[in-house]
């Protein structure tokens, strides 16, 4: 049984999905089901482009390379918002039903619109990529235990895994175009062999004593596993949670005592807690660099190289490695970088 918060907007947009569900044919006209063993079995059943939806912009960007030509994607969430805390509209749910195919990270990190997404699939492909990474290297959520932490895109390797699951359901799909779609996973799959490799080895060159890597929240522990980082995050996994004085006083003796030289805010995330830190490590004679932003759950402008999930990690893997030491061109691998971080 899903539930939906008892408010006005809530309440609309539930009456809506279901509307949407229950009309005979309403939504449906690009979209044919089958049913194979007693599984869903979707496939095209209109014309092209295809047209998908994606929630998050680094979902987006892989089904975007995956499909190419063929797929035409709609992003719901973009620059700066907060995927943890965002409520779908009314003009959201609207898109997702008109959708040919829909996919999101999954993992929780889209919680507020689990209910929606679920809802829709009854009646339509709709997958988390998030379900194609392998299950044994997901990290645990110290908040839930039923919970894993969702920011796996921060480990670029892991994350390319997901690209055998947009191949697979866009082949699925539409198999007369399997063939481009697959030529379209190789190229982007070396694409992200060779931002992983960059990551690696540009991160490698932070000085020991410096690798301390402290954000506003909980985003990045596969950042911190796939390179070699010790991370630490003021708020929780989810950015619902509030830092409490406690954490705040832990931290700031933290960051005297390594004499930690930057920390970093988030594009997504409100700059309190990170300026508490630094105001706090100030009043005992250590200087703090305030560096940012780190892009975490969003990626940067649209049109923009860090509104692409490749520019988005080549942005904080620069900014990253150059504000505890290490050595990195300034405007990242491929010269693209509109903007390698600045202090507050």
């Not at 008892?6 to 009456?15: L, N």
């Not at 209109?46 to 912009?57: F, K, L």
Request: hydrophobic residues 40%; glycine residues 10%; charged residues 25%.
């Amino acid at each position: 049984m899903l539930h939906f918060p008892k408010t006005a907007t809530a309440c609309w947009i539930a009456g809506l999905v279901c509307l949407g569900l229950s009309l005979s044919g309403c939504g449906e006209a690009r979209v044919a089901r089958e049913v194979r063993d007693g599984k869903k079995v979707f496939r095209f059943a209109g014309t092209y482009p295809i047209h998908a939806v994606a929630t998050v912009g680094m979902v987006a960007d892989m089904v975007r390379a995956v499909g190419g030509e063929h797929v035409v994607v709609e992003q719901m969430l973009g620059a700066g918002v907060d995927p943890h805390l965002y409520k779908a509209t009314r003009d959201d749910v609207r898109l997702i039903l008109k959708a040919d195919l829909v996919f999101y990270n999954g993992l929780f990190l889209e919680g507020k619109m689990i209910d929606i997404l679920q809802k829709v699939s009854k009646t339509r492909p709709v997958f988390a990529l998030a379900n194609g990474l392998d299950a044994q290297l997901l990290v645990g959520d110290s908040e839930s235990e039923d919970h894993h932490d969702p920011h796996v895109w921060m480990d670029v390797a892991y994350w390319s895994q997901g690209i055998d699951e947009v191949l697979e359901r866009l082949s699925e799909y539409d198999p007369q175009h399997s063939a481009d779609f697959l030529r379209n996973a190789e190229r982007y799959r070396e694409e992200l062999r060779r931002l992983d490799a960059y990551a690696k080895s540009t991160l490698a060159t932070i000085p020991q004593d410096r690798r301390i890597f402290l954000t506003s929240h909980d985003a990045f522990h596969y950042f911190g596993r796939a390179y070699g980082l010790e991370v630490m995050g003021i708020q929780g996994i989810s950015t619902e949670s509030e830092a409490g004085l406690r954490r705040v006083n832990e931290l700031v003796d933290l960051i005297v005592e390594k004499k930690v030289p930057a920390v970093f805010f988030e594009s997504s995330v409100p700059q309190r807690s990170i300026e508490a830190i630094v105001a706090g490590a100030g009043s005992r004679g250590h200087r703090v660099e305030i560096l940012g932003p780190l892009y975490s759950d969003a990626m940067g402008d649209a049109g923009t190289y860090e509104g692409t999930y490749v520019g988005m990690i080549d942005h904080n893997v620069t900014l990253v490695a150059r504000g505890l030491g290490g050595t990195a061109p300034a405007l990242g691998s491929q010269g693209k970088l509109s903007l390698s971080g600045h202090s507050e």
